[in-house]
T-cell receptor, first 113, second 112 residues
């Protein structure tokens, strides 16, 4: 079964608006990562946030992590048409001894020009 | 700097045929992974190799075998392909288990 589940499954917004997508997971983690996938391509890493961090920024991206609720959110501010892609969260399995990253089912974001 | 290279890009197999998907990385990464991506299912981990000489099962290992040939190369073998293995296969690598994954561009496999 999937460790992470993204919400919503699909999101359509106008250029310039903010986009928020959420990720919930089931077991304790060492860190959580967000990735972007453009159609037909491999995934590209966006941000890694560790379990002892609560918030992280990278350019127009802001990621929060709430380990008590086992959830994370990715905020893209001032969205652009080029942000149209699928976004995935990935979590590892804390205490497994190795980092086995499990991905969620993704959020498909469409930014309308 | 090529990053993660997967070959072939496309492949069509008949049920029962075998093939090996190749993956090589030039970033001197320790860990390597094989995922499959099906519509609506996200990515599912097939096998991974935390370091050279070790391999472990992921979420969906049945029907697959892997070989960590050396630090650079991690291959995925389908011994007897089935239509359920029609998917897009991604290889990824990371410096350590606690660092970002770098993905190849995928192999699109169709089993008829």
């Amino acid at each position: 079964s999937q460790q992470g589940e993204e919400d919503p499954q699909a999101l359509s917004i106008q250029e310039g608006e903010n986009a928020t997508m959420n990720c919930s997971y089931k077991t304790s983690i060492n860190n959580l990562q967000w990735y972007r996938q453009n159609s037909g391509r491999g995934l590209v890493h966006l941000i890694l946030i560790r379990s002892n961090e609560r918030e992280k920024h990278s350019g127009r991206l802001r990621v929060t992590l709430d380990t008590s609720k086992k959830s994370s959110s990715l905020l893209i501010t001032a969205s652009r048409a080029a942000d149209t892609a699928s976004y995935f969260c990935a979590t590892d399995a804390f205490g497994s001894g190795t980092y086995k990253y499990i991905f969620g089912t993704g959020t498909r974001l469409k930014v309308l020009a | 700097n090529a990053g993660v290279t997967q070959t072939p890009k496309f492949q069509v197999l008949k049920t029962g045929q075998s093939m090996t998907l190749q993956c090589a990385q030039d970033m001197n990464h320790n860990s390597m992974y094989w995922y499959r991506q099906d519509p609506g299912m996200g990515l599912r981990l097939i096998y991974y190799s935390a370091s050279e000489g070790t391999t472990d099962k992921g979420e969906v290992p049945n029907g697959y075998n892997v070989s960590r040939l050396n630090k650079r190369e991690f291959s995925l073998r389908l011994e007897s392909a089935a239509p359920s293995q029609t998917s897009v296969y991604f290889c990824a690598s990371s410096q350590t288990g606690n660092s970002p994954l770098h993905f190849g561009n995928g192999t699109r496999l169709t089993v008829t």
